[in-house]
């Protein structure tokens, strides 16, 4: 496909179950980011890629999330045991270059997970 | 870190002049995006500025001032699918990170 894509769309869980979602990065781009927003807030930084490496995880809230990359171009974020104040729409971005040029993040439509 | 102050929200009349002001402070200035954020949908980048001056692009143009930590997006001739959140996002290369950070975004009303 031409742009990012994530999936699934919206997902709704029960508190205490595991989620993971998707991302399909642009083909070719070497950095992916996750972002949580909440509603009506601005994308807060969870965790930074370059190719499989994750060089940065700073944002991840707690050691429920966990994100992966393992061959450089699909991500998955991964939340355990779920709580309600993880309900938020997760986004993923992706660039072509690294970090210190130029780099127009491209997003996905972005995962809405609702924690009941 | 940085510390991203944009307002919380504006309204316009359709066919006017917006500017959305972004103030920021961060020690590793590396460079300032503006994305547009539709209700429901992903940000779609609009601009970015690392040197002084103005950035005009169409309708869009973006202002940066370094000395000043301070930046504006202006909007001209407004049209009714204008309406949505502008994200100001700033990235600093403090300890080598490259993050973008985001300020919480504008929610722009046009109206007739």
């Known amino acids: 496909g031409a742009g990012v894509s994530q999936s699934p769309r919206y997902k709704v869980a029960k508190r205490g179950q595991d989620v993971a979602l998707r991302c399909d990065p642009i083909?070719?781009?070497?950095?992916l980011f996750w972002y949580q927003q909440a509603l009506g807030q601005g994308p807060e930084f969870l965790t930074y890629?370059?190719?499989?490496?994750?060089?940065?995880k700073s944002g991840l809230p707690s050691d429920r999330f966990f994100a992966e990359r393992p061959e450089g171009s699909v991500s998955t974020l991964k939340i355990q045991r779920t709580q309600q104040e993880d309900s938020a729409v997760y986004l993923c971005?992706?660039?072509?270059?690294?970090?210190?040029?130029?780099?127009?993040?491209?997003f996905g439509p972005g995962t809405r997970l609702t924690v009941l | 870190g940085q510390n991203i102050d944009q307002p919380t929200e504006m309204t316009a009349t359709e066919g006017a002049i917006v500017q959305i002001n972004c103030t920021y402070q961060?020690?590793?200035?590396?460079?300032l995006f503006w994305y547009q954020q539709h209700a429901g949908e992903a940000p779609t980048f609009l601009s970015y500025?690392?040197?002084?001056g103005l950035e005009e692009k169409g309708r869009f143009s973006s202002f940066l001032s370094r000395s000043k930590g301070y930046s504006y997006l202006l909007l001209k001739e407004l049209q009714m699918k204008d309406s949505a959140s502008y994200l100001c996002a700033v990235r600093d290369n403090e300890g080598g990170s490259y993050i973008p950070t985001f300020g919480r975004g504008t929610s722009l009303i046009v109206h007739p």
């Open positions: 961060t020690s590793g200035f590396n460079g």
């Open positions: 083909s070719g781009h070497v950095s």
């Open positions: 500025n690392v040197l002084d």
């Open positions: 971005a992706s660039s072509l270059g690294r970090g210190g040029s130029y780099n127009e993040q491209f």
């Open positions: 890629f370059q190719n499989e490496a994750q060089l940065d």
